[in-house]
């Protein structure tokens, strides 16, 4: 079975052989460790020359990690930017796959899901509508079923998206192809309501379409990846690089900038040695329904959180489950239309790297793992040191600060060793030696920067599309500033992450906040007092230390120290307004928004007033009761239930007390509960007035005060 398998993988795959992609991953690896190897032999010679510290054995170890990392990104943009230039023909494109299976019906149906956890109803489902519309205009809208998979907590808004999903089915003729969904106990987060949707539902399927509440998607583009799932059997997971859209704040507008402008160089380079070894981020990702059920179920780790327990990065893990066991999973490189959107503040971002960085860390259980393939195990490696990089920078910098404040307060004049292999093939002295280090390093750093940058300058279309070649390059000196500024203050709140896992502190399960709301000074200096306070430390020790070391870190020590207004600043949406004016940190999409962006912003179809649970004095649970539309959606979706005393019992105290006077899960139950809320709608209606609680005397109030304003202004 092994070898029909292996058989079948060769002879399906468009991307090369076997030997051919081996070939490439020892090229590609080989040329990361021997540059890496080469600038760490060079350190050693500096520090021999200089004289050996107890700290210099250790430095270099971590020197070793470190540059590895940074070796290892810069060669992503390098290598991305040679397939650009001379791998166009050899380069596998999923369009031109999609093209080559015809253009005749699907033969397979194909979900759309959407998972969604205290999300904005009638954003999401502008989304669904912008999506739904876009394929309808392929005319392949029968082979797709949309799913709205709600693991919602929040009581109000279950009831929003009820009415949302209503009023969006009625407009779009949507009945019997969206169906919505919210689970009842939200077991194991996204991965557990994906799981719940594969063995309910998934059956039916060929593939499914995974989705983020932000996440928007081309019409075109999914049929084109439907095709190539089509004709390629044995492709399980076809994963698509999103790009970010819709930046209001200084820091949205960064991040989609520099992902847009650096983010293609990366991705080429990636998919360059990965090939069918590839990984899945979780969403905008188009799964194979089958063997995604046979082989991802995720196992719970040993042990308690924050390392054991569920596993929180679940995509990884589930990529790595469908490559071990013989399907493909591929970089869709070449779609354009896939599109999300990113948290608008710093600290909303590193809220979110909070559960990321858990998650990957997570990871170390599973990467020495049996069996595994060689991408999987790199693919693991590098989620993981996304988050320990930084407290290795971090002690990096503490052994830094060690060793110079010996050699400072020993008094002694550097005796240097000119005995060194550097030396005497070279004969370059210490200080050349130790800039021309310097400007390696700064070279792999900025390396993928200028490489896009030039590029972008030079092809024509992409210029313009960028609004022009000055704001292109005001854009990448800001974000390049900028970034440098966020980088420290970025690695201390990823050591502290990292340090509050090794001791025990998991992480919640929270919304993300997706508006550009701003930060205020005192959340920023509660967040970043203690990088504040440690730069401030940092720096005296380092003026103490000398004025040549001081210059060294004061990239560095500014990060930190400014922190604070940093964060405050690139929080603001009315700076980000101002550079776009400009079309500075602009992107395409932005200059030039693609028609399923355009369908999206015009997307209205969940709002309705004659359907609506958030009017002023009816919101939510309020509407559920009251409003006879509201009552009739929400009980239509309920199973069939009987009414028990206890359940009598509490629609009573609900009806007398309010809701209150409930508990949490007491509001579940009766929510749930069929026979109960059309129980409750009667009694609020029917009921005197001196019988019930004021917010459903106040609500019925509500629809008569309607009336009589409808009565006076029949206009």
């Not at 719940?196 to 059956?203: A, I, K, S």
Request: proline letters at 5%.
């Amino acid at each position: 079975m092994e070898a029909s398998a292996s058989s079948s993988r060769r002879e399906t795959t468009p991307r090369t052989t076997p030997f051919r992609a081996k070939l490439r991953r020892i090229v590609f690896f080989g040329s990361v460790l021997t540059v890496n190897l080469a600038a760490t032999f060079w350190l050693h010679d500096l520090f021999s020359r200089l004289g050996m510290h107890r700290a210099h054995a250790l430095l270099l170890g971590v020197f070793f990690v470190l540059n590895g990392l940074l070796v290892l990104g810069s060669f992503h943009a390098l290598f991305g930017a040679w397939d650009i230039l001379l791998g166009r023909k050899r380069a596998a494109r999923i369009t031109r796959l999609a093209d080559e299976a015809g253009d005749t019906p699907l033969n397979h149906r194909f979900a759309v899901v959407m998972p969604v956890y205290n999300e904005d109803s009638h954003r999401f489902c502008a989304r669904i509508e912008a999506i739904y519309r876009s394929i309808e205009a392929t005319g392949q809208l029968a082979s797709f079923d949309f799913f709205i998979l709600s693991d919602t907590r929040d009581l109000d808004l279950w009831v929003l998206e009820e009415t949302a999903w209503t009023n969006l089915c009625r407009k779009l003729g949507g009945f019997g192809r969206i169906y919505y969904r919210r689970r009842k106990t939200n077991e194991n987060r996204k991965a557990g309501n994906i799981g719940d949707f594969v063995r309910t539902w998934g059956g039916g399927y060929e593939g499914m379409l995974v989705l983020d509440a932000d996440s928007l998607m081309d019409g075109g583009d999914i049929l084109k990846m439907a095709r190539v799932m089509e004709a390629y059997p044995r492709l399980g997971i076809l994963q698509t690089p999103p790009k970010l859209i819709r930046g209001a704040s200084v820091f949205t507008r960064l991040q989609q900038f520099a992902m847009r402008l650096y983010g293609p160089l990366f991705i080429r380079g990636l998919n360059w040695w990965q090939l069918g070894g590839g990984s899945y981020w979780g969403h905008n990702a188009m799964i194979r329904v089958k063997p995604f059920s046979e082989f991802c179920e995720l196992p719970a780790l040993p042990g308690r959180e924050p390392f054991g327990g569920r596993i929180l990065s679940h995509d990884f893990v589930e990529a790595a489950l469908m490559v071990t066991e013989g399907w493909e999973v591929w970089l869709a490189w070449d779609i354009e239309g896939t599109y999300e959107e990113a948290p608008p503040t710093l600290i909303d971002h590193l809220k979110r790297d909070r559960r990321w960085c858990q998650g990957n860390l997570q990871h170390l259980w599973l990467i020495f793992a049996r069996k595994l393939p060689a991408t999987v195990r790199i693919h693991l490696f590098m989620g993981i040191m996304a988050y320990l990089g930084s407290p290795l920078w971090f002690l990096f910098l503490i052994l830094g600060t060690w060793v110079a404040w010996d050699r400072e307060a020993s008094g002694l004049s550097d005796v240097p060793y000119d005995a060194t292999p550097i030396s005497r093939w070279l004969h370059i002295d210490g200080v050349t030696q130790s800039l021309i280090l310097t400007a390696a390093i700064f070279s792999l750093l900025f390396l993928p920067k200028i490489l896009a940058v030039a590029g972008a300058i030079l092809h024509g279309r992409t210029r313009r599309a960028f609004g022009g070649a000055g704001p292109l390059i005001a854009g990448s000196i800001l974000e390049t500033l900028v970034s440098m500024l966020l980088a420290p203050c970025i690695m201390a709140a990823h050591t502290f992450m990292v340090l509050g896992i090794v001791l025990g502190r998991a992480v919640g399960w929270g919304s993300q906040n997706r508006e550009a709301d701003g930060t205020t000074w005192g959340e920023a200096a509660a967040v970043h007092a203690v990088p504040t306070l440690l730069g401030i430390s940092w720096s005296i020790l380092a003026y103490n230390i000398g004025p040549v070391f001081t210059g060294w870190m004061s990239p560095i020590l500014l990060g930190l120290i400014l922190c604070i207004p940093v964060s405050v600043w690139t929080s603001r949406a009315r700076y980000g307004k101002a550079l776009a004016k400009h079309h500075i940190l602009s992107i395409p999409e932005e200059l030039d928004p693609p028609a399923v962006l355009r369908l999206a912003d015009a997307a209205n179809a969940s709002v309705d007033p004659a359907l609506d649970a958030s009017a002023t004095g009816r919101h939510g649970i309020v509407a559920a009761v009251v409003d006879p539309y509201v009552n009739g959606v929400h009980v239509s979706l309920l199973e069939p239930a009987e009414l028990s005393r206890e359940s009598e019992a509490l629609v009573e105290r609900c009806l007398t007390e309010g809701p209150g006077a409930l508990s949490k899960n007491e509001l579940i139950d009766l929510l749930y509960l069929a026979p109960g809320m059309l129980m409750l709608h009667r009694a609020v209606w029917l009921r005197p007035a001196e019988g019930m609680h004021a917010i459903w005397t106040q609500a019925v109030e509500s629809y008569r005060r309607r009336l009589d304003a409808i009565t006076a202004d029949p206009d």
